[in-house]
């Protein structure tokens, strides 16, 4: 008979606003709060797989991404 021990963690000072995020993402993947938390504390959190990309998306990284072509760039990275 295995023994299974159920541990309680309590965070304290987390903000309201990290809360609803936490909230959001959970909702998002169909999972409450609590489960949603473990998976995520536990590495085997759900990433979801209805996102799509937009046209609007691929601009945007284009336009942070830009300067990766430029060798000034990238050697001072590496530095």
Not at 40 to 64: F, H, I, Y
Request: a negative charge; aromatic letters at 6%.
């Amino acid at each position: 008979m295995e023994v299974v021990v159920v541990t309680n963690v309590l965070i304290r000072g987390i903000s309201e606003a990290a809360v609803e995020r936490i909230d959001a993402e959970a909702s998002a993947l169909g999972l409450s709060r609590n489960e949603y938390l473990r998976r995520k504390l536990e590495g085997t959190a759900m990433v979801p797989t209805d996102v799509s990309v937009t046209a609007g998306d691929w601009q945007r990284s284009a336009e942070t991404f830009a300067d990766l072509a430029d060798p000034d760039v990238m050697d001072a990275a590496w530095r």
